[in-house]
């Protein structure tokens, strides 16, 4: 019985020349938990989501086995990732603008997305969207709907993004840096609604952040990347308490600093 939605065995990712970009990754994912992934750009955390989902450019071969449900995905053709990604692992980007058709209505690319992975009508499917957008706190979703994406704020398509997974239902889903283009209060509300996904949703959420304290308030486990490496993995709880890389150490106690500033500034001392 397969009870892991993803088991990563010695992911690594070499160019064309031989180079190790990323070095061997192993970890389990058990269901219905939230890992974060924190380090700094570089570190290789995105090329690592990449190459879970199939997305490396041509010039970067991945290598080891990521298993989804039991399934090696490295081994997927081109009709098995179009099966796979949005219906039962969906990726949430940083850039949510980018996400969408600039010239299509937001209405025409939710329906289509669900029409591509289930036999709903349009109708339902129209209905379907409506009720999730209400779920992510966007108000007049008919209306909301009927705009291009450029007619909407950053925090607002990031929602759209989240109200798109909740209707599909995948298994696992992955945000890379969702937050990072957004206001400290937006980010905030989104932080909330990826939690609430990740409760009402029961989905398994892998959250990326060069953030260790955002990633602290949502995450059960935390894996820290750093130069290729992932140099640590481990409970959140007992990564705060205890971290046993130099590195996660480094970010613990800059973090404190900038907080004891910050909370002095507040205080007027």
């Avoid at 298993?67 to 796979?84: P, V």
């Avoid at 009720?131 to 209306?143: A, D």
């Avoid at 291009?148 to 889903?173: D, E, F, N």
Wanted: with cysteine.
């Amino acid at each position: 019985m397969i009870t892991d939605v993803l088991t990563i065995e010695n992911l690594t990712v070499t160019d064309n020349a031989g180079n190790r970009l990323l070095q061997p990754v192993s970890l389990i994912l058990p269901p219905y938990r939230t890992l974060g992934i924190v380090g700094e750009s570089g570190s290789g955390k995105s090329l690592m989501t990449k190459a879970i989902l199939g997305l490396l450019p041509d010039t970067l071969q991945a290598h080891g086995r990521v298993l989804f449900q039991g399934k090696d995905l490295l081994i997927n053709n081109k009709r098995q990732w179009q099966q796979t990604r949005g219906k039962e692992i969906s990726l949430i980007i940083q850039n949510a603008m980018g996400a969408f058709d600039p010239l299509m209505t937001l209405k025409d690319q939710f329906i289509e997305t669900l029409k591509y992975h289930t036999c709903m009508s349009r109708a339902d499917c129209f209905q379907l969207a409506c009720q999730c957008l209400e779920r992510v706190s966007i108000k007049q979703p008919e209306q909301k709907l009927g705009c291009l994406p450029h007619q909407l704020s950053g925090g607002q398509l990031q929602r759209m993004m989240i109200a798109m997974t909740l209707a599909l239902k995948p298994a696992l889903v992955i945000a890379d840096e969702p937050t990072t283009a957004l206001d400290s209060i937006t980010q905030a509300d989104i932080l909330h609604q990826f939690k609430l996904l990740a409760e009402e949703q029961k989905s398994t959420l892998i959250f990326i952040s060069h953030d260790l304290g955002m990633v602290q308030h949502i995450a059960d486990d935390i894996a820290v990347m750093y130069q290729g490496q992932m140099v640590e993995h481990q409970t959140t709880e007992l990564l705060w308490a205890a971290p046993q890389h130099r590195y996660t150490r480094f970010l613990l106690e800059t973090r404190a600093r900038l907080s004891s500033k910050f909370n002095a500034i507040m205080a007027g001392e």
